[in-house]
């Protein structure tokens, strides 16, 4: 971690520093592709570990039935987002939360609230992106439409209920979605965590 010295002799973060997501020399706010050796990946849109630009903050990868990368993203304030990754594309952020009409950056294929999302991880099961999500405490589900690069509507299940992360069961069409109940947000106390199976039919 890059720590910077700030007036009163505390230190600060480099990955606390927006801008740096816009900028392609830094490694923050970025999707990285790299080789086993830590190595940039070949076909790398810049020649360099970077992939992706512009995130605040990514949380679930998952690629889908034509190997493309979908991602969900944790919002500043306003939106969380699900993002259709490509090389060299710019997410937007700090210019943008959610969707905008800035030139040369790319909007996500859904939003919410940060209210109802606050997005963890994510995986996909017969062309449908499923979304844990920690405040919106819920699973969300998002279809993707065929090929094609966009999604259709989004439904919630367990409101209010559970929702942290997904994961895809190696070899089955099933999930294994957890709770965070024992840590900061949750309030819980040790023990009182649950790992879920859930078969999609």
């Given amino acids: 971690m890059d720590l910077q010295p700030v007036p009163g002799g505390t230190f600060r973060s480099s990955a606390q520093t927006s ?3 816009q900028d392609r020399n830094s490694l923050n706010g970025k ?3 790299m080789t086993t050796t830590g190595a940039p990946a070949p076909g790398n849109p810049f020649g360099t570990l970077v992939y992706s630009m512009g995130h605040r903050n990514p949380q679930g990868l998952a690629f889908d039935r034509n ?3 979908w991602e969900a993203e944790f919002g500043n304030s306003s939106q ?3 993002n259709l990754i490509k090389p060299g594309a710019n997410y937007g952020w700090p210019t943008c939360e959610g969707t905008c009409s800035v030139a040369g ?5 859904a939003s919410w609230p940060v209210a109802q999302a606050s997005p963890s991880g994510i995986a996909i099961i017969r062309n449908v992106v499923y979304m844990g999500a920690l405040r919106g405490e819920r699973l969300w589900r ?3 439409n065929g ?6 509507t989004s439904t919630a299940y367990y409101v209010g209920a559970y929702g942290r992360t997904v994961t895809k069961v190696p070899n089955a069409d099933q999930l294994w979605m957890s709770t965070t109940n024992a840590d900061n947000n949750g309030g819980g106390g040790p023990g009182s965590d649950q790992i879920f ?3 999609i039919s």
Avoid: C, F, H, Y
């Fill in 31 to 33: 999707i990285l592709r």
């Fill in 147 to 152: 090929d094609t690069e966009s999604v259709g």
């Fill in 197 to 199: 199976r859930i078969t």
């Fill in 142 to 144: 998002i279809p993707i």
């Fill in 105 to 109: 950056m790319m909007n996500p294929k």
């Fill in 80 to 82: 969380d987002e699900l």
């Fill in 67 to 69: 190997g493309r990368l």
């Fill in 19 to 21: 801008s740096l997501a």
